[in-house]
Every structure is written in structure tokens, then in C-alpha cells.
């Protein structure tokens, strides 16, 4: 079965940091782009940041650049979200989610449950 | 940044009748769409891609069409389990969401 599990949330105060991480299994993590998605309270869905397959290209929203970084492991099947500075409107569910067919940008076939990320004081 | 925009923001339909849900983008996305369904403490799941593809499992009362900037999602026949939240994503320019279609029951 394929899966992606998140953890790594929780709460913060604005300025502050966290690493989320997502682990996959039942697919071949490492010939997949993998991004993250978040969804802010009762708003809808924001792409985040993207990861090449082998790691070397990445990209980002325009509000989380020079603040996110996100990385993987492939000898571990894991995507990473590391979120610095982190401000009030970064608050939201964040999801890892895998692409249809591996691709930079695509559609996505699998999510994990998602990680609560709360920015406050 | 393509923006997507959803309408109506709330369709109140009753089980059996048809829905048809809008998704319109600020710029050409070819076929690059794609439909979701979202349902309250769950993470989305995917229906739809190129517009009118069905993901696998997905039952044949979904259908999408479009291209271009005007795309519809329809559900032929509601079921119960179809009152939900729906999104449409371009993929292509990076990726944007609509502010989704929530379907509930009239």
C-alpha cells in the first residue's frame, strides 16, 4: 500500500522554526518529485514547495521563498519541510502528497494525513 | 500566478439530482486540470486529471470537461457520500487551487 506519513508539527511562535518530515512507503520514492501542500483553517489549498526525484531541483511559492527549505532522503524514503521565520499566516495543515507520474508539476494521487503547524504567540 | 476561480462558492443539491460544478482560470492551462473532493478531517482525494480523466476508482458518475480557461466537474447522480468539498488544481504553470465548491445536501 502506498503511504505518506507527516509529523514534525505543532506549535510555534512567529519567528520561529520547525522540520517537518514525511515518510513514504510502497512506491519507489526515489523516482518520484515529491511537494508539499498546505491548507490554512477554513481556507483552501496552497502549493508550497516542489523536490526533483534525485533532489537536485526545487522550487517554491513566492511567500515561503528564502524561508522554507525543502529536501529528501532517499536511502530513507523521506521528503522534509524546513520552515524558518516562521509567521503568523504560515499556520495551516501541511500535507505531502506524491505526484501521478513523478513529475515537478503534476497532480496528486496520494496524500498523508497532514501536520498541524500553529504560528503564535 | 494563475489564479482559479470557483463558482457557486455553495451548490445545494438533493440526493439522485445532477451537479455541475465551474472552475475557471486567469489564463490558458490547456487540459492541466484536475478535480479533488475533500471531506472534513481528511486529506483530499484526487478524481479527475487532463480534465477529463477519472483517477483510478473513481465511479463513472464523475465527469469533467473543459479546456482552455472553463472547465465543469459533474456528478451525474449525487450519493450521500458525494456532499463534500470540491477543488479544481492547474498544473500548468506551477500549481494553484480554486477556493473550492462545497456541495451540500438541500
Known amino acids: 500500500e502506498v503511504q505518506l506519513v507527516e509529523s514534525g508539527g505543532g506549535l510555534e511562535q512567529p519567528g520561529g522554526s520547525l522540520r517537518l518530515s514525511c515518510a513514504a512507503s510502497?512506491?519507489?520514492?526515489?523516482?518520484?518529485?515529491m511537494s508539499w501542500v498546505r491548507q490554512a483553517p477554513e481556507k483552501g489549498l496552497e502549493g508550497v514547495a516542489v523536490?526533483?526525484?534525485?533532489?537536485?531541483?526545487?522550487y517554491y511559492v513566492d511567500s515561503v521563498k528564502g524561508r522554507f527549505t525543502i529536501s529528501r532522503d532517499n536511502s530513507k524514503n523521506t521528503l522534509y519541510l524546513q520552515m524558518n521565520s516562521l509567521r503568523v499566516e504560515d499556520m495551516a495543515i501541511y500535507y505531502c502528497?506524491?505526484?501521478?507520474?513523478?513529475?515537478?508539476?503534476?497532480?496528486?494521487?496520494?496524500w498523508g494525513q497532514g501536520t498541524v503547524v500553529t504560528v503564535s504567540s | 500566478e494563475i489564479v482559479m476561480t470557483q463558482s457557486p462558492v455553495t451548490l445545494s443539491v438533493s440526493p439522485g439530482e445532477r451537479a455541475t460544478l465551474s472552475c475557471r482560470a486567469s489564463?490558458?492551462?490547456?487540459?492541466?486540470l484536475a478535480w479533488y473532493q475533500q471531506k472534513p478531517g481528511q486529506a483530499p482525494r484526487l478524481l479527475i486529471y487532463?480534465?477529463?480523466t477519472r483517477a483510478t476508482g473513481i465511479p463513472a458518475r464523475f465527469s469533467g470537461s473543459g479546456s482552455g480557461t472553463e472547465f465543469t466537474l459533474t456528478i451525474s447522480s449525487l450519493q450521500s457520500e458525494d456532499f463534500a468539498l470540491y477543488y479544481c488544481?492547474?498544473?500548468?504553470?506551477?500549481?494553484?487551487f480554486g477556493g473550492g465548491t462545497k456541495v451540500e445536501i438541500k
Open positions: 489564463q490558458s492551462v490547456s487540459s492541466n
Open positions: 487532463g480534465a477529463s
Open positions: 488544481q492547474q498544473y500548468n504553470t506551477w500549481f494553484t
Open positions: 523536490i526533483g526525484a534525485s533532489g537536485g531541483s526545487t
Open positions: 502528497a506524491k505526484p501521478v507520474r513523478g513529475l515537478v508539476i503534476d497532480v496528486f494521487d496520494v
Open positions: 510502497g512506491f519507489s520514492f526515489s523516482s518520484y518529485a
